[in-house]
């Protein structure tokens, strides 16, 4: 079992930033990849960005690059996505999530999820 509690959301203006936090528990997370994912009303779930715990390989939606930034704390056992230059379209509730799998950026490769955080950029 992997447990993720996630962190950091909430309302910003446009052209602003906010970083989401993701503490991680549980047995071998290590091996997982971890993943951002958002979410906006009557849309599909998307990844935002996957990092490969232990080798620290990292991906990022096309929509986001240079923009936000996907690391992890080892020492914390927290993942976070750093996120910079908000647009509108970024509004969305970011859900954590673990992965037994890389390379497969969709949202049914995701075994465990978090409860999800808003984020709200304003125009």
């Known amino acids: 079992q992997v447990q993720l509690v996630e962190s950091g959301g909430g309302l910003v203006q446009a052209g602003g930033s906010l970083r989401l936090s993701c503490a991680v528990s549980?047995?071998?997370?290590?091996?997982?990849?971890m993943g951002w994912f958002r979410q906006a009303p009557g849309k599909e779930r998307e990844i935002v960005a996957a990092?490969?715990?232990?080798?620290?390989?990292?991906y990022h939606t096309d929509s986001v690059k240079g923009r936000f930034t996907i690391n992890r704390d080892n020492a914390k056992n927290t993942v976070y996505l750093q996120m910079n230059s908000l647009i509108p379209e970024d509004t969305a509730v970011y859900y954590c999530?673990?992965?037994?799998?890389?390379?497969?950026?969709?949202?049914?490769?995701?075994?465990?999820w978090g409860q999800g955080t808003q984020v709200t950029v304003s125009s």
């Open positions: 999530a673990a992965s037994l799998y890389w390379g497969r950026p969709y949202a049914g490769a995701y075994r465990y």
């Open positions: 549980g047995r071998t997370f290590s091996t997982y990849t």
């Open positions: 990092i490969r715990w232990s080798f620290g390989t990292t």
